[in-house]
């Protein structure tokens, strides 16, 4: 018999007007069992989760991953310098991609925004679109190839210090009933959490993510941002993340960053990502997986290969 999904919610920002809270409510956990949270994404303020603590009734137990690493790093600077020439080594491959990314998606923004045959558009349109898919899909798999020679040489999980934080995490999460994940920088959270491995030691506690953390527990992070400072931007597969959920994009602060109301943009990143579900996590937006439908809460929507924006149902895959 196979293993039932996890439980997993996923929260927009919450620092306006938290509802972590009311998610947490919603799992009907004992009442006294405690909640272990990941704050690595903050970086050195890592520790100030008062507010967060306070909001969850004083049962948070903060695991401490951004300070555990940055001790691995200090105490096995050979490790330290593997994971920088890994980073680098990602960075350069990134800015590879971005730039074929870059040709790619103008060349099926045009052909979505041309009026003509739609019999002759229509093949057009979707060979435009598959190109931008696999070339995603190429990217995602280089990138693991390069996680995977970095595990296969170094063997992190087998280090003294790593092996040391990982028994302390084991022994804090058997005293827990649930894990938060909160925002903050995706790309370090994603890599101080993998250094330890946390998602293999959780065991069947069910999750819940917002922000940052929300795209973190998913099978891919993927950046987005539609009008940035330095110009017009394009959605780009970052990297692979923690594969806590699949068959969901999550997009915090979705209406400050995504042109929402440009039909075109939609459609081509909801086409871009399906059959997975491209959602937009705004505050008080929220989605539950609960076996396998993904449902959301009132007012959470997705974006459309129609280039509309609909409320979030099931199932999703």
Sequence with gaps: MSTPPRRVILLGPQRATPIVDAAVESLRLDPKARIAAVTAGWEEREPEDLE????????????????????VYRRDPEL???????????????DLYRLRLAHALE????????????????PE????IEAVRMLDQQHLEQQKAIHAEYVDR?????????????????????D?????????HVGILVNRVRLFDLMSLLGDRPVIGWSAGAMALTQRIVLFHDHPPQG?????????????????????????????DD??????????FQPDLAVALDARCRVDRDGEVWCGQPGTRQLAVSGELLEVGGPAC
């Design 154 to 174: 170094w063997h992190p999980d087998d280090r003294d210090a790593v092996v040391e934080h990982r028994h302390q995490l084991a022994k804090i999460l058997d």
């Design 176 to 184: 827990t009933g649930l894990l938060c994940v909160a925002g903050g």
């Design 52 to 71: 967060l603590g306070e909001h969850l009734g004083g049962r948070v137990v903060n695991l401490g991953i951004y300070s555990r690493g940055d001790d």
């Design 125 to 128: 349109r979707t060979a435009a």
């Design 232 to 260: 017009a931007g394009d959605a780009e597969v970052f990297g692979p993340a923690l594969g806590i959920c699949d068959c969901i994009v999550p997009l915090p602060h979705a209406s400050q960053r995504l042109q929402l």
């Design 80 to 94: 330290h310098q593997a994971l920088r020439e890994r980073h680098d080594k990602l960075r350069r491959l990134q």
């Design 107 to 122: 060349a099926a923004r045009e052909l979505l925004r041309l009026d003509g045959d739609p019999a002759l558009l229509g």
């Design 263 to 272: 039909p075109t943009r939609v459609s081509i990143f909801a086409r871009r």
